[in-house]
């Protein structure tokens, strides 16, 4: 069966590996086929495809950009991308920079807070500092011993309702759908069962992300169990969506799945990658 990893982030977003780390870490994984994903950043993607030429892993251009929709914060997979589309790097650089602001906002309230130097502290952890995110803030905290690891001081600080939280108005969905598509490349769902939608409002989302065109659901994910899963297959399949699985790695030790070391998808969904006309490395 093919190896095939659709969702991973390296340090030009909040990944711990860099791209070329990481994709030697793919290769030691026997990952075939891997999309890299940054969050709403595609500058990863030329190390990237210099080092999966080396070791014969394809190389999918990808995004992941994030969506306000209904006042919810949403993440649309763009996969098979032009990473050179200027609609789409103006867009990218418009919502990396309402992160600066957003980073300073959530600086300003854990000051409030008695957590002082967050926003130089998490910018510590950003690698070149294109891309500032949540979880450089929570790597921050976790240095500075007020929570043990990553996903507790999530629970603790930066979710809704906790003290480092600021919300925020990403993209919208038609204009991620937009830029995904006028670049060439295919939008997908990322984690469906992560935003917790009732049944009406999933609907909701489902309908008009088909009618802006969007093509698929990440059905296989760390944030879904195995009902999840089978319940957006279920979805996928009566809405003639594709299904898409990936590791969501952001690196060793803050990942449930490791690089390519995924369950199948289940049976009867068609695969995104079914229309690829892309030569498999080994298949
Ligand atoms: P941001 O886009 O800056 O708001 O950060 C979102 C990122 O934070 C996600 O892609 C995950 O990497 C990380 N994240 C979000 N929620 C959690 C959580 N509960 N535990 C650990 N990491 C999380
Ligand atoms: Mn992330
Ligand atoms: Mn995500
Ligand atoms: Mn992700």
Redesign the pocket.
Known sequence: MLNIDLHC?STI??GLLTPSRLIEHAALRGVEVLALTD??DVTGLVEARIAAREKNITLINGV?I?VTWRGR?L?ILGLGIDPEYLPLQQGLASIRAG?VE?ARNIAAQLDRYGITGSFEGAYAFAGDGRL???????RFLVAKGHAKD??S???KY??KGKPGYAP?QWATLAEAIGWIRGSGGQAIIAHPARYQLGKNVLEALLNEFCELGGVGLEVISPSHTPDQINLFAHHAQRLNLFASCGS?Y?GPG?SYFDLGQLPPLPAGCIPVWHDWKIELALS
Do not use: M
Request: without cysteine; glycine residues 4%; aromatic residues 6%.
């Open positions: 982030h977003s909040d969050h709403d992941e994030s914060t993440h992160r957003r500032i995110g949540r979880t450089h803030f929570a990553v996903r001081v999530f629970k930066l979710i925020h969501d952001h803050e």
